[in-house]
């Protein structure tokens, strides 16, 4: 079975919405999918269509690919600056993520004096590919030093509310990378002094499929819409010990 754009999305947002992202129906939790433009007229009003019904897609001015995920991510912050103010945490995760809403609000309630942090998995001393051929190819015009700031990777990251405006702000007036964790809680965050602390909790990675190792993670990554099912019944069973 062959599927469009929209399809995929509703799939994808639907087998969120029925598991880990029902949480959304709590009063202190709300989530949106993030997502631009197609030069397509038909997705577009099937993407229209999609949020009359459901009413939690937020539509950025971009044409969506993967060179504009920067892009993405500063129309979520300019969203959350303009339409959620008092929200204390935003949460950023990819679509192919599982994520432990009880684990993670446990996690921010523990740190909740914290201010101007990033929460996720650090990467310290990753070198910028200046190889022309690769996916992640950038410019010396664009970065020249030898290794980027300690940045958060963009699977999953949250963020204190006191820094998205100006997370936003100064991303404007900085040169493009379409590479957003490295751009954004990497380069922009170093420029304004955002911590950016590691949690171990946050995998960010694909893992095996058994209760334990659901239970113990904020974040999970690589998986698939049928499988956001399979996780959220493993993390559901507690007929299983874990030490």
């Known amino acids: 079975m062959v599927l469009c754009k929209s399809e995929y999305l509703h799939i994808i947002s639907r087998s969120i919405q029925q598991t880990?992202?029902?949480?959304?129906?709590?009063?202190?939790?709300?989530?949106?999918?993030?997502?631009?433009?197609?030069?397509?007229?038909?997705?577009?009003?099937?993407?229209?269509?999609?949020?009359?019904?459901?009413?939690?897609?937020?539509?950025?001015?971009?044409?969506?690919?993967?060179?504009?995920?920067?892009?993405?991510?500063?129309?979520?912050?300019?969203?959350?600056?303009?339409?959620?103010?008092?929200?204390?945490y935003i949460l950023k995760t990819d679509d192919d993520m599982f994520i432990k809403v009880p684990k993670l609000l446990q996690f921010l309630d523990s740190h909740s004096k914290d201010k101007r942090v990033i929460y996720g998995r650090l990467a310290k001393k990753w070198k910028p590919i200046w190889?022309?051929?690769?996916?992640?190819?950038?410019?010396?015009?664009?970065?020249?030093?030898?290794?980027?700031?300690?940045?958060t990777t963009g699977p999953a990251y949250v963020l204190t509310s006191d820094i998205v405006h100006e997370l936003y702000v100064r991303s404007l007036h900085q040169v493009y990378l379409k590479l957003e964790d490295v751009f954004t809680t990497g380069i922009v965050a170093q420029q304004l002094g955002i911590k950016r602390v590691h949690v171990n909790e946050f995998l960010n990675r694909r893992i095996a499929f058994n209760p334990c190792n659901i239970r113990k993670s904020i974040s999970v990554h690589m998986i698939k819409a049928n499988e956001q099912f399979d996780l959220w019944k493993k993390l559901l069973d507690q007929t299983t010990k874990c030490k």
Not at 26 to 53: K, Y
Not at 131 to 151: L, M
């Open 20 to 88: 880990w992202g029902h949480f959304g129906t709590r009063r202190d939790v709300s989530t949106g999918f993030i997502l631009g433009r197609t030069t397509n007229a038909t997705i577009n009003e099937a993407l229209t269509q999609e949020n009359m019904i459901y009413g939690d897609l937020i539509r950025g001015h971009f044409i969506d690919s993967y060179n504009n995920l920067t892009l993405k991510t500063l129309s979520s912050l300019e969203w959350v600056d303009n339409h959620c103010p008092k929200a204390k």
């Open 131 to 151: 190889n022309k051929k690769s996916k992640y190819y950038i410019s010396t015009g664009q970065f020249s030093a030898a290794v980027f700031p300690p940045f």
